[in-house]
């Protein structure tokens, strides 16, 4: 190989290295707008929340959040739209929050129920007799 095409080689690789890292950066750009924007709207929520909730109805919440997260986001949403949209007027104790999480939860609720059927039961051979 000549020294001439052993420079453009370079020059090349070098181009395809400089347009990968100029659009690895918009990449990046891209995702710390994603995240700010996640970032505002969670503290929007949370402003949102801290008006229309008292601290025992936050504390609940919270602990809801800890042991059912998606009905906890459920409620959180249902919450901050009930404030936009100005069906609540004053602050929400805990006692109206249990009052709001009972009928969602009977809305939500699906029946289950459990069939067994002793026939089969009866009938297996796996059984070992000791």
């Known amino acids: 190989m000549a020294d001439s095409d052993l420079e453009e080689i370079r020059k090349q690789r070098l181009a395809q290295l400089q347009s990968q890292y100029q659009g690895g950066e918009s990449d990046q750009t891209a995702q710390k707008r994603k995240e700010e924007q996640a970032r505002a709207q969670e503290d929007a929520k949370n402003s949102i ?3 229309i909730l008292d601290q025992s109805a936050r504390a609940r919440l ?6 059912k997260p998606d009905k906890g986001r459920m ?10 949209t100005g069906q609540i ?3 929400i104790g805990e006692k109206d929050l249990i009052g709001l999480l009972e009928n ?16 089969r039961a009866a009938l297996d051979s796996d059984e070992e007799d000791f």
């Open 49 to 51: 929340l801290s008006q």
């Open 89 to 91: 007027c004053t602050k």
């Open 62 to 67: 919270n602990t809801l959040m800890l042991g």
């Open 104 to 119: 969602v939860s009977s809305q939500t609720k699906s029946q289950t129920s459990v069939k067994f059927d002793r026939r």
């Open 75 to 84: 409620v959180e949403a249902m919450l901050v739209r009930m404030a936009q």
